[in-house]
């Protein structure tokens, strides 16, 4: 059974970074897609980003482009998501999902595709 852990999050100042990690247990890490959502209060679980099971290709939400950046290291089982310039709109819990499916850019923004999730970490973002 393949499991995730994400950690990193916690309450931060608009404008910080932060960097989350997702840790992969059960199986080996460069067989899936790995893919990052986030979930305000009250609103649906939305695609931030994800990556190729070699890192060779990403996809990123419009809205995010050009301050999140993930990436991942199959030899630690680790998936990164890097966030820069944080806003406050950008509070959440944020998940890491895994996906055996085949990549294309669109199809890997659609939660239904992926077959395992963390637990969450929660970020908060003050103004």
């Known amino acids: 059974q393949v499991q995730l852990v994400e950690s990193g999050g916690g309450l931060v100042q608009a404008e910080d970074s932060m960097r989350l990690s997702c840790a992969v247990s059960?199986?080996?890490?460069?067989?899936?897609?790995m893919g990052w959502f986030r979930q305000a209060p009250g609103k649906e679980r939305e695609f931030v980003a994800s990556?190729?099971?070699?890192?060779?290709?990403?996809s990123y939400l419009d809205s995010v482009k050009g301050r999140f950046t993930v990436s991942r290291d199959n030899a630690k089982n680790t998936v990164y998501l890097v966030i820069n310039n944080l806003k406050p709109e950008d509070t959440a819990v944020y998940y890491c999902?895994?996906?055996?499916?085949?990549?294309?850019?669109?199809?890997?923004?659609?939660?239904?595709?992926?077959?395992?999730w963390g637990q969450g970490t929660q970020v908060t973002v003050s103004s």
């Open positions: 059960g199986d080996t890490l460069g067989t899936y897609i």
């Open positions: 999902a895994a996906s055996r499916t085949l990549w294309q850019a669109q199809r890997v923004q659609n939660r239904d595709v992926y077959d395992y």
């Open positions: 990556i190729r099971q070699d890192g060779s290709s990403t």
